[in-house]
C-alpha cells in the first residue's frame, strides 16, 4: 500500500473510534448508565416513596427494576461494610433495619452523578439549607436518616446493583434477595 492509502486508512480509524460511544457503563445500550437507588426506612415509613419515583420519572430516569425488601443485619452490613470501622456503623444498621426499603435500579445517560446530584449532601440537615430542592431536603433529617441512597461512582453502581439484583447484566432483572 502507498504511503498515502496507509495515511487514509488510520485516518478513517480514528474517526470510527472517535465516533463510537464513549460511555457504554451498565448495559451496554450507547451512553446509558445505571445506578442503585433506594428510599431508607424513614423515607418508606414516611410516606414519600411515590413523590420521590416521581421525581426520578421527571429527571428523565427509567425504573429497570424495583422491589421492597427488608434488610436483615447480616445484609444491611454486608452493604454498608466500607463503613464497618466507622463510629456511626452500629447505629446506621439499626436504622437501616427498622423497616422496608425501596430498592431501585435505574438507567440514563450519567446516571450515577446525575442521581446523586438529585438526592443532594449526606447530611440532609445540611442539604435543607444548601440544596433546599433535594431529595434529602424533602424527607431527610439529619447526617444519618438522610431518606434516600445512590451509589457514589460507576464501580460502587457495579457492585450495588449486583448486590440487590442478579443476572441484570444479561437482561434477566430477577431480584436476589426476597421481596416482600
Ligand atoms: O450515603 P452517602 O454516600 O451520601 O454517605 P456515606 O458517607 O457513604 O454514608 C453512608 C450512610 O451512612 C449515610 O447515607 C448515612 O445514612 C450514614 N451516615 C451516618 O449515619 N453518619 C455519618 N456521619 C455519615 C453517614
Ligand atoms: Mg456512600
Redesign the pocket.
Given at each position: 500500500m502507498s504511503g498515502l492509502a496507509d495515511q487514509i486508512v488510520l485516518l478513517l480509524l480514528l474517526v470510527s473510534v472517535s465516533l463510537s460511544p464513549v460511555r457504554c457503563l451498565g448495559n451496554g445500550a450507547s451512553g446509558e448508565e445505571r445506578t442503585l437507588a433506594m428510599v431508607?426506612p424513614d423515607g418508606v415509613s414516611g410516606n414519600y416513596t411515590d413523590e420521590i419515583k416521581r421525581i426520578i420519572v421527571e429527571a428523565s430516569f427509567s425504573i429497570v427494576n424495583e422491589m421492597f425488601t427488608q434488610l436483615d443485619k447480616e445484609t444491611a452490613s454486608a452493604f454498608?461494610e466500607?463503613?464497618s470501622s466507622?463510629s456511626?456503623f452500629p447505629?446506621?444498621v439499626t436504622?437501616?433495619t427498622s423497616g422496608p426499603v425501596l430498592v431501585m435500579l435505574l438507567e440514563k445517560r450519567n446516571a450515577v452523578s446525575d442521581w446523586?446530584r438529585l438526592?443532594g449532601?449526606?447530611?440532609a440537615g445540611k442539604a435543607k439549607i444548601s440544596h433546599p430542592h433535594s431529595i434529602r431536603a424533602l424527607c431527610g433529617k439529619d447526617?444519618?436518616?438522610?431518606c434516600v441512597?445512590?451509589s457514589?461512582s460507576t464501580s460502587s453502581a457495579e457492585r450495588e446493583i449486583k448486590f440487590f439484583f442478579k443476572n441484570v447484566v444479561s437482561g434477566d432483572t430477577a431480584s436476589q434477595h426476597d421481596e416482600l
Open positions: 431508607k454498608y466500607e463503613h466507622r456511626f447505629h446506621l436504622y437501616m446523586r438526592i449532601p449526606t447530611d447526617s444519618e436518616r438522610n441512597h445512590g457514589d
